[in-house]
């Protein structure tokens, strides 16, 4: 995978004058779209459109110190007004274009380059598992990004759930885990930023079609689930395990992730002060050999 994320920003770098597609990145390197774009995310800290979007600026940035044009330019890489490529240019740079014209300013943006880090490895425990299509029938609600700490708005979502609504869940749950899980999904585009929100919905795994009106649903097709046990301060221990996932299992792994929704459950120890056991369930399909 180190290798592919290489192979992509060179990709990137000999097309930065044309127009770049996120897809067409996926396409050159072989992998699926969603699976590539959640994993250069989580490992490079930024999304891939933002990356290129970046790149550009910054090639764009060294041309505006040569003697091009300010409209040139903005054509060159791809903007299609002059006004466009001003907004984005000093939104960037804090820079007037026209102000760089004439000071000459660089504002750096170097290119990405991948390499693996060995700092000491620690064990990951995954379980692989195949699962029928199912229902996930619950609350659900937009919620703001939030990677560390407790989430109040998902405090408020789970205080919101009526006695109703809990013994509807409890009369549907007929599936493993069957615990109640947390799941998030439609997530802003600069998520990593913890930017925007995300949908997130607490409910139960079911397979039942006769689903109360009170309850939202989230259908999901037939799938195999990684599934990573951890235990440990929560909820540090669940948020460190579901970027491990992505940074480091999903890269050196036989799998790639699809486009459906994963989830959690959370069991806190009644002994022990904000410690518990928890899963991540990711849903995965095997690379082609």
Known sequence: MIKTLNEAVEYIEE?????????????FIGESDYHFRKIFQYISGMSLSEYIKKRKL????????????V????????????????RAFKAWSGYLPSEVKQTRTIISFPK?????????????EVRIIEMPAFTIAGVSRRVPMQFEG??????????SITEEQRNEMHRLQNIEPKQIVNASYDAD?????????????????????DISPVL?????DAHTWAVFPNEGEFPETLQNTMARTYSEWLPSSNYEVVDAPSFSFTLMDDEKENHAYSEVWIPVKETEK
């Not at 910054?58 to 044009?69: F, I, K, P, V, Y």
């Not at 040139?72 to 490529?85: T, V």
């Not at 380059?113 to 490895?121: A, E, K, L």
């Open 15 to 27: 097309n930065l004058s044309k127009e770049i597609k996120v897809e067409d990145v996926a396409d």
């Open 71 to 86: 409209t040139d330019i903005a054509f060159k890489y791809g903007y299609q007004s002059l006004d466009g490529f001003t």
């Open 150 to 159: 407790v989430n109040n708005a998902i405090v408020e979502l789970a205080e």
């Open 189 to 209: 585009e600069n998520f990593l930023k913890e930017e925007g929100g995300l949908t997130h919905t607490i409910g139960v795994l079911t397979t039942e079609r």
């Open 112 to 124: 990405l380059s991948f390499y693996i880090d060995v700092r000491g490895g620690e064990n990951m």
């Open 216 to 220: 939202d649903t989230v259908s999901i």
């Open 58 to 69: 910054a090639m764009a940035n060294q041309d505006l110190a040569g003697d091009e044009s």
